[in-house]
């Protein structure tokens, strides 16, 4: 992104969808990474994805972290493109190693009619 732009994070990124380079969905904002907290100036380094990050939400969080499996994914806050309901990147899912857990269940929607 461009220079410095303020948001309510809270509203304005977490839960939102990613979106690539390409269109394609990759995920949410699971959480976020900070630093200069305790300076007062608090800034988003990185958008934080994947199971793991889910724990901190209380009993069903950790359930679905357990259950979904996985890593988390680090995506530097310079990989962001555009924040426009969807958190736009300005690299392929590939690249930045996300939407993964759907390559994984693709196989097992496809036999699905209609899908």
């Known amino acids: 992104m461009s220079g410095p732009q303020q948001i309510d994070v809270g509203l304005g990124l977490l839960d939102h969808q ?3 380079s390409e269109g394609r969905r990759c995920g949410n904002v699971d959480d976020l990474e900070l630093e200069g907290i305790q300076e007062g100036e608090p800034r988003v380094t990185a958008i934080l994805v994947g199971p793991p990050v889910w ?3 209380g009993r069903l969080g950790r359930l679905a972290a357990f259950v979904a499996r996985g890593k ?11 924040i426009e309901g969807p958190v736009t990147l300005k ?5 930045l190693r ?3 857990g759907d390559d994984r269940a693709r196989k097992w929607v496809e036999w699905i009619p209609g899908s």
């Open 55 to 57: 724990r901190g939400r």
């Open 98 to 100: 996300l939407g993964r």
């Open 72 to 82: 988390t994914v680090r995506v530097l806050w310079e990989e962001v493109d555009k």
């Open 18 to 20: 990613l979106v690539d």
């Open 91 to 95: 690299k392929t899912a590939r690249e």
